[in-house]
């Protein structure tokens, strides 16, 4: 499936039969993106929202690993150095939690 056809499938209600398309009002503003998702010792965290989170990095275990520094609210996307060379191989996830929701990002630090 296409982005747009895998999004119009989200998005869909089904009524008697018929697809009625509904529309979509984000709850959260906030938004984290990563430099890449494989980071060799470090990489930056890109993070947008009016006001401040505490992003946190989990491992695959759902243990939370480590815990950064709050990050303050801003109109437009900040961008902060990530340093992951204190985890272990693995998989993780950092994440951010908004007034009503959870956003996150799958990484994978390599050496």
Do not use: C
């Amino acid at each position: 499936m296409t982005e747009g056809v895998t999004w119009a499938a989200a998005n869909a209600i089904f009524e008697s039969g018929d697809v009625v398309e509904r529309p979509v009002h984000p709850k959260e503003p906030i938004s984290i993106r990563l430099s890449s998702d494989i980071i060799s010792y470090g990489g930056w965290l890109q993070v947008r929202s009016p006001y401040p989170v505490r992003p946190v990095i989990y491992d695959a275990s759902g243990r939370l690993v480590k815990t950064l520094e709050t990050i303050q609210g801003y109109s437009e996307p900040v961008r902060i150095p990530l340093e992951v060379s204190d985890l272990p191989r693995g998989v993780y996830w950092i994440t951010s939690s908004g007034k009503e929701s959870v956003v996150s990002e799958r990484f994978v630090p390599v050496r």
